[in-house]
């Protein structure tokens, strides 16, 4: 009896051993490397002038997020510069609720800006006359994988369409 307490305590040991060595061997998988490789992927579905005002111009864009990772991707905030023709910020939005996308598996989300006239006169001008405008989108998605913060960033070209 005694023998086979002795026994059975080495073979928990071993096991919790063997498990605590597995995890370190995950969690040295994850790397800035490992990361940039399998980052998600990042379509533009849709990108509309909503409202047009006398004041300002309501833009949305619906992106598609896939997660290319072997794990839930918890996304801690999503962040998107708009940026006219002559490289300057016009307008921003970003997310601040946590989007959870299950493993190799896409999501979308949309977003909403208010670009003001008096911000984007050359770039409101010409879409007004166009009925639609070009910018380009700076996107950054801020997650979290264990206890390391990522922040990746894209860039897109958005043509907006009334």
């Known amino acids: 009896m005694k023998n ?4 059975s305590i080495i073979l928990l040991s071993l096991l919790l051993l063997t498990s605590c060595e597995t995890l370190q061997n995950k969690a040295k998988e994850i790397t800035r490397e ?5 980052k998600p992927e990042i379509k533009v579905k849709k990108a509309s002038i909503a409202n047009v005002t006398f004041k300002d111009i309501t833009l949305d864009v619906l992106l598609n997020i896939k997660n290319n990772f072997p794990f839930e991707l918890p996304l801690d905030r999503i962040d ?4 006219n023709t002559d490289n300057k910020v016009f307008t921003k939005a970003n997310t601040v609720q946590t989007l959870k996308i299950p493993s190799k598996q896409s999501e979308d989300v949309n977003m909403e800006f208010n670009a003001k006239y008096i911000d984007v006169f050359t770039t409101a001008f010409g879409s007004i006359k166009n009925q639609n405008f070009k910018c380009t989108a700076q996107i950054t998605l801020t ?4 206890n390391m913060k990522f922040q990746i960033p894209y860039t897109k070209e958005l043509t907006f369409i009334e």
């Open 143 to 146: 997650f979290t994988i264990q």
């Open 34 to 38: 490992y990361i940039e490789e399998n």
């Open 80 to 83: 998107i510069e708009l940026i």
């Open 4 to 7: 086979l307490k002795i026994i």
